[in-house]
């Protein structure tokens, strides 16, 4: 069956270290894939957007890589703040047919001081 | 530029009622999806409009419809409410059909309360 896992519910690091949160994705064949912020009580925000033939994409400290033979992506925050705490999700494109996005059940990330 | 504007921001009701939420995009986004959240489930896709024809639609129920006017403006409706339908519920606006080369402008949100 089809399905996204991010790799755990709840990520907790110390500020200033690197955050690494992982989106992988099972009998999908995405062509792009996207990371979207997500606030208590707000919707989503778009971060960043990495295409198949993409191995990596920064945007300042955001970086993406998307590997399509493990079928994963890797969302990195490097030197992180508190405020850089929030739910991360990745969503998908199920097939390229023009699908509507399929996301993760996200990672709630907590940058402690 | 406006965001994504979505009211009301809250809502309760009873089982067996209906409820209509709307969702307003950023002005000359043509295409707006909608999606439920939920703990459990996490972001679901309901459906999505683009230039007031359904372009897609997810699997939920019957009981849950939308429109969208000529001015892009989007309603979705959901009949004979169930206990499970408590969700936030979400609108997202996109310049074109939203696929993943396009990113989504979502709103606040809707949260619905069930009882």
């Known amino acids: 069956s089809q399905k996204i896992e991010q790799n755990s519910e709840a990520l907790n690091i110390q500020e200033g270290k690197t955050a690494t949160l992982t989106c992988n994705y099972t009998n999908y064949s995405p062509a792009y894939l996207q990371w979207y912020r997500q606030d208590p009580g707000r919707g989503p925000v778009f971060l960043l957007l990495i295409r198949e033939n993409e191995k990596e994409k920064r945007k300042e400290r955001l970086k993406v890589t998307f590997d399509t033979t493990l079928k994963q992506s890797l969302f990195h925050i490097t030197a992180s703040q508190p405020a850089d705490s929030a739910t991360y999700l990745c969503a998908l494109e199920p097939d390229n047919y023009g699908q509507n996005f399929v996301f993760g059940p996200g990672t709630r990330l907590s940058v402690l001081p | 530029k406006a965001g994504v504007t979505q009211t009301p921001r809250y809502l309760i009701k009873t089982r067996g009622q209906q409820v209509t939420l709307s969702c307003s995009p950023i002005s000359g986004h043509r295409s707006v999806s909608w999606y439920q959240q939920t703990p459990g489930q996490g972001l679901q896709f309901l459906f999505e409009y683009f230039s007031e024809t359904q372009r897609n639609k997810g699997n939920f129920p019957g009981r849950f419809s939308g429109r969208q006017f000529s001015n892009s403006r989007s309603e979705m409706n959901v009949s004979t409410l169930e206990l499970g339908d408590s969700a936030l519920y979400l609108c997202?606006?996109?310049?074109?059909?939203?696929?993943?080369?396009?990113?989504?402008?979502f709103g606040s949100g809707t949260q619905l309360s069930v009882l």
């Open positions: 997202a606006s996109s310049l074109s059909p939203a696929t993943t080369n396009e990113k989504l402008f």
